[in-house]
């Protein structure tokens, strides 16, 4: 019995020492989450949901697909919405974020671009782009945020991840 609880406690913290985000099946959120994403989403479809902790506050993220296009939406355990951040091609991305790139990251291969869009009071507002990228010098992958303007707010190297 010892040793068949060692190994529970060691695969518990494993868990937990992850990335900090916990898988939630979908049967198991909230209702007031489900209702707020289908009510902001009338024709998406769930794909998966992680919970997890945001300045110290509890939230859900909820994948979607939603006409094709791949959405994540977050929200407080309430229902309220803060961020969708949506899937785009870079084709759609605004000239000035991608000459920024382009200067900044010359022939760089875009793996994901977002756009991320913050919700406060009800309202949404586009904050910026995020570009997951890998550069052709070395082989690096950087994700990018970009401002709508063409302003390179953050950059933080993914290579190791």
């Known amino acids: 019995m010892r040793a068949f609880l060692c190994g529970l406690t060691v695969v518990a ?27 902001r989403f009338p024709d998406a479809e769930l794909v998966s949901a992680e919970k997890e902790k945001d300045e110290g506050k509890t939230v859900y993220e909820v994948a979607i697909k939603n006409k094709g296009q791949s959405i994540e939406v977050t929200l407080t355990p309430e229902g309220v919405i803060t961020e969708i951040e949506k899937q785009i ?11 920024a790139l382009e200067d900044k990251y010359p022939k760089a291969t875009y793996k994901m671009i977002e756009e991320v869009i913050k919700v406060k009071d009800g309202k949404e507002k586009l904050e910026y782009y995020e570009v997951l990228l890998t550069t052709t010098d070395k ?11 063409g302003k390179i ?9």
Request: positive net charge; hydrophobic residues 40%; without cysteine.
């Open 89 to 99: 091609e870079a084709k759609n991305l605004p000239a000035a974020v991608s000459k």
């Open 139 to 149: 082989k690096k992958k950087v994700e990018v945020g970009v401002s709508p303007e």
């Open 13 to 39: 913290l494993v868990g937990v020492v992850g990335a900090g985000e916990e898988k939630v099946p979908l049967d198991k959120l909230p209702r007031a989450v489900v209702d707020a994403v289908k009510k």
């Open 153 to 161: 707010l953050k950059e933080e190297d993914k290579t190791n991840e």
